[in-house]
Nanobody, 117 residues
């Protein structure tokens, strides 16, 4: 019943931009910390950015200044604006939602981002 569905991935050249979207349903979106993880081939899944229920963002150092996370609670939607993309940003990007107090965590299916010249 709970679903997180990512979209917006694609193939781009270095320096270009992409905007990822995550549509949530079946859960009280505004009560969850939400964010993005990514996993490159042969690597672990790492946090990229998250945003609190109050709208406070946090970023991993490698994307700070290039990526912007935002949420629209009225639309149950999460976004990641990715600018100045680099080949090392290539990965599958996953949307997630977390409420530690309730002990509930949800993941999307992932969307592929590929940055090559």
């Amino acid at each position: 019943q709970v679903q997180l569905v990512e979209s917006g991935g694609g193939l781009v050249q270095p320096g270009e931009s992409l905007r990822l979207s995550c549509a949530a349903s079946g859960m009280p979106f505004s009560s969850y910390i939400v964010g993005w993880y990514r996993q490159a081939p042969g690597k672990q899944r790492d946090m990229v950015a998250d945003i609190s229920t109050g709208g406070t963002p946090s970023y991993t150092s490698s994307v700070k200044g290039r990526f912007t996370i935002s949420r629209d609670n009225a639309k149950n939607a999460l976004y990641l604006q990715m600018n100045s993309l680099k080949p090392e940003d290539t990965a599958v990007y996953y949307c997630y939602a977390r409420n530690a107090f309730l002990g509930r965590n949800y993941w999307g299916q992932g969307t592929q981002v590929t940055v090559i010249s």
